[in-house]
């Protein structure tokens, strides 16, 4: 049984507190997969101490201010529990012919969330509601975070490599009823055809729980 000590570090994350720890997960997320599949050079990218862990991001000025953008609308559309996924496609830019598909699954804890749309439609129909799960302390919500970088990081020794050069989209699916800005345009589900599946690691909060699947040719 835990002590009364390892009791008193468990407590509920606000929802509020919650969604920035998931739009945190995403934002390091991305930043992982371009560098681990190697979508730019190694030499873009810089390292931080995140999780517990040594995290890169990327140094490159263009590459970042496409993040913030993408970051500073997650970061409401979470806060106001409207996004059901968000996707990280690679594709190659000689071919356009999507490689490997990277998809982040939200729900909400409790709650039946309402028909999904998204800025790119085509998606699978809304996920149920998820039975409340047992409080977890700071470090176990983190030692489970930390469990799915360390198979993206691993995710080398069974995904192809990437041939030629590379670029990355992120699609973002949510509620009917969200305000999209002028700038996210429509797209297609960006899906891989023929592609093989791996299901990864999970975590979740008081509030919500991710899933984590990897498609690729």
Same mark, same amino acid.
């Given at each position: 049984?835990?002590?009364?000590?390892?009791?008193?570090?468990?407590?509920?994350?606000?929802?509020?507190?919650?969604?920035?720890?998931? %739009?945190?997960?995403?934002?390091?997320?991305?930043?992982?997969?371009?560098?681990?599949?190697?979508?730019?050079?190694?030499?873009?990218?810089?390292?931080?101490?995140?999780?517990?862990?040594?995290?890169?991001?990327?140094?490159?000025?263009?590459?970042?201010?496409?993040?913030?953008?993408?970051?500073?609308?997650?970061?409401?559309?979470?806060?106001?529990?409207?996004? %059901?996924?968000?996707?990280?496609?690679?594709?190659?830019?000689?071919?356009?012919?999507?490689?490997?598909?990277?998809?982040?699954?939200?729900?909400?804890?409790?709650?039946? %969330?309402?028909?999904?749309?998204?800025?790119?439609?085509?998606?699978?129909?809304? /996920? %149920?509601?998820?039975? /409340?799960?047992?409080?977890?302390?700071?470090?176990?919500?983190?030692?489970?975070?930390?469990?799915?970088?360390?198979?993206?990081?691993?995710?080398?020794?069974?995904?192809?490599?990437?041939?030629?050069?590379?670029?990355?989209?992120?699609?973002?699916?949510?509620?009917?009823?969200?305000?999209?800005?002028?700038?996210?345009?429509?797209?297609?589900?960006?899906?891989?055809?023929?592609?093989?599946?791996?299901?990864?690691?999970?975590?979740?909060?008081?509030?919500?729980?991710?899933?984590?699947?990897?498609?690729?040719?």
């Amino acid at each position: 049984m835990a002590s009364q000590q390892d009791k008193s570090k468990v407590h509920r994350l606000s929802l509020k507190g919650s969604s920035k720890l998931v %739009s945190e997960f995403f934002e390091y997320s991305i930043n992982t997969i371009l560098f681990q599949r190697g979508v730019y050079p190694a030499e873009d990218f810089t390292t931080v101490k995140k999780y517990g862990l040594n995290m890169l991001v990327s140094s490159d000025d263009q590459v970042k201010a496409y993040i913030k953008r993408i970051m500073s609308q997650l970061n409401k559309w979470m806060s106001g529990g409207k996004i %059901s996924t968000l996707v990280v496609v690679v594709t190659s830019k000689e071919t356009g012919e999507h490689l490997e598909r990277w998809q982040f699954d939200v729900q909400m804890i409790g709650k039946q %969330s309402k028909t999904q749309v998204k800025a790119n439609p085509d998606e699978n129909a809304a /996920p %149920s509601a998820v039975e /409340p799960s047992a409080e977890k302390s700071e470090q176990e919500i983190q030692s489970e975070i930390q469990a799915i970088f360390r198979q993206i990081t691993a995710s080398v020794t069974f995904l192809p490599m990437l041939d030629g050069n590379c670029t990355f989209n992120v699609l973002v699916y949510a509620d009917a009823n969200s305000e999209v800005p002028l700038e996210w345009g429509d797209s297609d589900a960006k899906e891989i055809k023929d592609g093989e599946k791996v299901q990864l690691r999970s975590f979740s909060t008081s509030n919500h729980r991710v899933e984590t699947l990897v498609s690729y040719k």
